[in-house]
């Protein structure tokens, strides 16, 4: 399942399961370190009345998972009535301090006074192995501490008449054939085992007399620093200022961040506008504090295959930076373009993806083709950041920043653009498509990279390098008038793209594929009359569109990722559904981008998290969820459809 809440700072990153519970916790960088075991370790919460003892996340509990419209600050119920129990849990990472606050309010829904006893399980794993970890009991300050290295994590909890919990049990998790300390929970009882090491975990327990329905608040939280010393005054302040006004103090964070898009948000349909304030911070929340995008938090995607999304790649990036752009926010773009600066290579292109602490990440691309070498890029990354610097200067008008970004930025990515061109096609040269799978010059990437030089242009003869302008411009043109090959007229569709020969001669890739659309659409690669448009979205409508029981887009015909339904031609994207969406919009069928808009929103989790793709046969989420693209495209789609 995926992560229905993310909750974050820009340093510190949560994200709550489909039960409510922490799953994912990422410190001291949005994306890179989880201290959590991912595969199959979260936190549990624990309950226990009249001698009957339960978890949360057991499959006897309602729960539903949400968040606020206007903060970052989560909604979650929990019901168990054969226990005569209701739980409701208000959950924020502190917009000021790297803690995670939860503020848990218990019901004794019976009409009989009895003891409830609520228990906080916590398993991290810091080290890399799991093996160096320690944890112990503080007495002083009745405080659990998490530590290894330069992190330290404290776990504390009391009832709202200041009560500390007043049971622990700190254990091994996970290793020498022990689950875990949470089993120390289920008879009600914990063992006050004070420290351990290695693979670890531990419980602290509250227990209250509640009178005939009652409800107790309990607050609960856990302290992110580099060291104890550091990690003991936050949690003082926390103790001293309270957590309802740390709450209070949060929810105002959020809405002063949402107030720069009020504007936009205005003019936006009502009933699209809870979604779209939604999107926005759930884009906010993968914004790591060096500008670093992060694709999606859901480590879930790790049960199924080698690696995370917990990467910057500068074309998602760069694409959840363009609503944030088009309502008027600055401090996001300009740290994400900062960041596309420091990890530009020396020859002016972006690498595969990277991790946001500036690192280079993960790639599957080989440095050969055909026995030849070559670059391991997808060059529609490099091409799409500087079209959308240019889209930020043009919104803001913040001409001195694209000053600063023309001879580091710039200027090397322009260059390697007009640089990197076969002579033959006069077109961009082979690099990895954006679906990051074939090794082809693609007619998404001649779009992007077409009209990246274009921006590139313009920026060029804004700061009087009037040589640079002419001379990107120029190859830019060449671009579009040797464009026509990546038109199949047989098929009347636009190609996925070609692949120059070593004898000269040219392969085509014919395959229906919906980026080929989008790109010549959105960034201008195609004939005057937009005859071969329509006569993609003729076959792609016929072909692709609404062909599974689920309704919905898939990327390109036989697409096979996490496709399990081999009778179908792959399973549908949100992304890509959307944008069939905006060609309605251009095409002046608004009703029917309305609809597919209302198609994408109806697929959304109860808290309005988007996925990346959905099973063609139930419309169940697959592959990760959140995806911050999905997100970010709804809300350009929306403002396109409202603005």
Same mark, same amino acid.
């Given at each position: 399942?995926?992560?229905?809440?993310?909750?974050?700072?820009?340093?510190?990153?949560?994200? =709550?399961?489909?039960?409510? /519970?922490?799953?994912?916790?990422?410190?001291?960088?949005?994306?890179?370190?989880?201290?959590?075991?991912?595969?199959?370790?979260?936190?549990?919460?624990?309950? !226990?009345?009249?001698?009957?003892?339960?978890?949360?996340?057991?499959?006897? !509990?309602?729960?539903?998972?949400?968040?606020?419209?206007?903060?970052?600050?989560?909604?979650?119920?929990?019901?168990?009535?054969?226990?005569?129990? @209701?739980?409701?849990?208000?959950?924020?990472?502190?917009?000021?301090?790297?803690? %995670?606050?939860?503020?848990?309010?218990?019901?004794?829904?019976?009409?009989?006074?009895?003891?409830?006893?609520?228990?906080?399980?916590?398993?991290?794993?810091?080290?890399?192995?799991?093996?160096?970890? +320690?944890?112990?009991?503080?007495?002083?300050?009745?405080?659990?501490?998490?530590?290894?290295?330069?992190?330290?994590?404290?776990?504390?909890?009391?009832?709202?008449?200041?009560?500390?919990?007043?049971?622990?049990?700190?254990?091994?998790?996970?290793?020498?054939?022990?689950?875990?300390?949470?089993?120390?929970?289920?008879?009600?009882?914990?063992?006050?085992?004070?420290?351990?090491?290695?693979?670890?975990?531990?419980?602290?327990?509250?227990?209250?007399?509640?009178?005939?329905?009652?409800?107790?608040?309990?607050?609960? !939280?856990?302290?992110?620093?580099?060291?104890?010393?550091?990690? @003991?005054?936050?949690?003082?302040?926390?103790?001293?200022?309270?957590?309802?006004?740390?709450?209070?103090?949060?929810? @105002?964070?959020?809405?002063?961040?949402?107030?720069?898009?009020?504007?936009?948000?205005?003019?936006?349909?009502?009933?699209?506008?809870?979604?779209?304030?939604?999107?926005?911070?759930?884009?906010?929340?993968?914004?790591?504090?060096?500008?670093?995008?992060?694709?999606? $938090?859901?480590?879930?995607?790790?049960?199924?295959?080698?690696?995370?999304?917990?990467?910057?790649?500068?074309?998602?990036?760069?694409?959840?930076?363009?609503?944030?752009?088009?309502?008027?926010?600055?401090?996001?773009?300009?740290?994400?373009?900062? %960041?596309?600066?420091?990890?530009?290579?020396?020859?002016?292109?972006?690498?595969?993806?990277?991790?946001?602490?500036?690192?280079?990440?993960?790639?599957?691309?080989? =440095?050969?083709?055909?026995?030849?070498?070559?670059?391991?890029?997808?060059?529609?990354?490099?091409?799409?950041?500087?079209?959308?610097?240019?889209?930020?200067?043009?919104?803001?008008?913040?001409?001195?920043?694209? *000053?600063?970004?023309?001879?580091?930025?710039?200027?090397?990515?322009?260059?390697?653009?007009?640089?990197?061109?076969?002579?033959?096609?006069?077109?961009?040269?082979?690099?990895?498509?954006?679906?990051?799978?074939?090794?082809?010059?693609? &007619?998404?990437?001649?779009?992007?990279?077409?009209?990246?030089?274009? #921006?590139?242009?313009?920026?060029?003869?804004?700061?009087?390098?009037? @040589?640079?302008?002419?001379?990107?411009?120029?190859?830019?043109?060449?671009? =579009?008038? *040797?464009?026509? #090959?990546?038109?199949?007229?047989?098929?009347?569709?636009?190609?996925?793209? $070609?692949?120059?020969?070593?004898?000269?001669?040219?392969?085509?890739?014919?395959? =229906?594929?919906?980026?080929?659309?989008?790109?010549?659409?959105?960034?201008? $690669?195609?004939?005057?009359?937009?005859?071969?448009?329509?006569? +993609?979205?003729?076959?792609?409508?016929?072909?692709?569109?609404?062909?599974?029981?689920?309704?919905?887009?898939?990327?390109?015909?036989?697409?096979?990722?996490?496709?399990?339904?081999?009778?179908? /031609?792959?399973?549908?994207?949100?992304? +890509?559904?959307?944008?069939?969406?905006?060609?309605?919009?251009? +095409?002046?069928?608004?009703?029917?981008?309305?609809?597919?808009?209302?198609?994408?929103?109806?697929?959304?989790?109860?808290?309005?998290?988007? &996925?990346?793709?959905?099973?063609?046969?139930?419309?169940?989420?697959?592959?990760?969820?959140?995806?911050? !693209?999905?997100?970010?495209?709804?809300?350009?789609?929306? /403002?396109?459809?409202?603005?």
């Amino acid at each position: 399942m995926g992560r229905p809440v993310i909750l974050s700072n820009n340093t510190l990153a949560v994200g =709550l399961n489909e039960h409510g /519970l922490v799953h994912d916790f990422y410190f001291p960088y949005v994306g890179q370190d989880n201290l959590t075991n991912a595969r199959n370790a979260h936190h549990r919460i624990g309950i !226990w009345v009249d001698g009957v003892f339960s978890w949360v996340h057991d499959g006897s !509990w309602e729960i539903i998972v949400d968040f606020d419209d206007t903060a970052l600050v989560s909604k979650v119920l929990m019901r168990k009535d054969e226990l005569g129990v @209701e739980i409701n849990l208000r959950d924020f990472v502190d917009s000021e301090y790297n803690v %995670f606050c939860r503020q848990m309010t218990v019901h004794n829904k019976s009409d009989k006074e009895r003891e409830i006893r609520v228990f906080f399980h916590q398993v991290f794993q810091i080290s890399k192995a799991g093996r160096g970890d +320690t944890a112990f009991f503080v007495p002083d300050d009745n405080y659990i501490l998490d530590y290894r290295g330069t992190c330290s994590l404290i776990i504390y909890a009391k009832s709202e008449d200041g009560k500390c919990f007043d049971q622990y049990a700190v254990g091994n998790y996970g290793i020498e054939g022990k689950e875990g300390t949470f089993r120390d929970a289920e008879d009600g009882e914990l063992s006050g085992n004070a420290v351990e090491h290695g693979g670890v975990d531990s419980v602290v327990r509250i227990s209250n007399k509640f009178k005939p329905n009652q409800q107790i608040v309990i607050d609960y !939280w856990i302290v992110a620093s580099d060291n104890q010393f550091t990690a @003991e005054k936050i949690h003082d302040v926390i103790v001293k200022d309270t957590l309802v006004y740390r709450m209070e103090k949060t929810i @105002e964070h959020w809405s002063n961040w949402l107030e720069i898009a009020s504007p936009c948000l205005a003019k936006i349909e009502p009933k699209y506008r809870k979604m779209t304030t939604k999107s926005l911070m759930m884009v906010k929340a993968h914004t790591d504090k060096n500008g670093g995008i992060i694709a999606s $938090l859901d480590s879930s995607i790790y049960n199924y295959g080698r690696d995370y999304y917990s990467y910057v790649w500068p074309r998602d990036g760069a694409y959840a930076m363009w609503p944030l752009i088009r309502m008027g926010y600055k401090d996001e773009p300009r740290a994400f373009f900062r %960041f596309c600066r420091d990890v530009i290579s020396a020859d002016g292109y972006m690498m595969h993806k990277y991790q946001p602490d500036k690192s280079i990440g993960s790639t599957w691309h080989p =440095l050969i083709h055909n026995k030849r070498k070559e670059l391991a890029i997808q060059e529609d990354e490099t091409a799409l950041v500087i079209y959308m610097l240019n889209e930020y200067l043009t919104q803001s008008q913040d001409y001195e920043f694209g *000053n600063q970004m023309y001879d580091c930025l710039i200027k090397p990515a322009a260059d390697f653009m007009t640089s990197y061109i076969d002579e033959k096609t006069k077109l961009p040269h082979a690099s990895y498509d954006l679906w990051e799978e074939k090794f082809l010059t693609s &007619t998404y990437t001649v779009a992007v990279t077409y009209q990246s030089l274009i #921006a590139a242009s313009v920026m060029a003869e804004k700061y009087d390098h009037s @040589e640079d302008a002419n001379h990107w411009k120029h190859v830019a043109e060449i671009i =579009l008038e *040797n464009s026509g #090959a990546l038109y199949d007229n047989d098929r009347g569709i636009l190609r996925k793209g $070609l692949l120059l020969q070593d004898d000269g001669t040219l392969h085509y890739d014919d395959t =229906l594929d919906v980026s080929s659309l989008y790109g010549a659409m959105m960034f201008g $690669l195609h004939d005057k009359d937009g005859t071969q448009l329509h006569s +993609t979205v003729q076959n792609i409508e016929k072909i692709l569109f609404n062909s599974t029981p689920s309704g919905g887009m898939p990327r390109y015909e036989h697409d096979n990722y996490f496709l399990d339904r081999k009778e179908y /031609l792959g399973n549908p994207w949100l992304v +890509t559904t959307l944008w069939m969406a905006q060609y309605y919009m251009r +095409t002046n069928n608004k009703d029917k981008a309305a609809e597919t808009i209302d198609w994408v929103i109806a697929r959304s989790l109860h808290s309005g998290a988007l &996925t990346e793709q959905i099973d063609p046969l139930n419309g169940s989420p697959l592959s990760v969820d959140p995806l911050v !693209w999905s997100h970010a495209e709804l809300i350009n789609t929306i /403002l396109d459809l409202s603005i």
